[in-house]
């Protein structure tokens, strides 16, 4: 089992940044891709940003340019730097870890933008 751990979120000003943490434990060594996700309200989860082992990144275009996602192995950690915070970016945002076999999410935490 892995567990995730989600941090960081908060309410922010249209133009601002947050920082969002993802903490992993347990049985990390089977996760092989990691990412961050959001859904907001009346709509479906959607990818916001992915990292796989090999350190290679894949965005969404809706946040290109904006949004870097990172992680520490040695904290065993993932982060989503998100600069130029948009209205449109409000949302709950989960944290993913993928085995090969299961998906794992994290509890979610709420990122406000306010206009």
């Known amino acids: 089992q892995v567990q995730l751990v989600e941090s960081g979120g908060g309410l922010v000003q249209a133009g601002g940044s947050l920082r969002l943490s993802c903490a992993a434990s347990?049985?990390?060594?089977?996760?092989?891709?990691m990412g961050w996700y959001r859904q907001a309200p009346g709509k479906q989860r959607e990818l916001v940003a992915t990292?796989?082992?090999?350190?290679?990144?894949n965005y969404a275009d809706s946040v290109k340019g904006r949004f870097t996602i990172s992680r520490d192995n040695a904290k065993n950690t993932m982060y989503l730097q998100m600069n130029s915070l948009k209205p449109e970016d409000t949302a709950v945002y989960y944290c993913?870890?993928?085995?090969?076999?299961?998906?794992?999410w994290g509890q979610g935490t709420q990122v406000t933008v306010s206009s």
């Open positions: 993913n870890g993928r085995s090969l076999r299961l998906d794992y």
């Open positions: 990292i796989i082992s090999g350190g290679r990144t």
């Open positions: 347990g049985s990390i060594f089977s996760i092989n891709a």
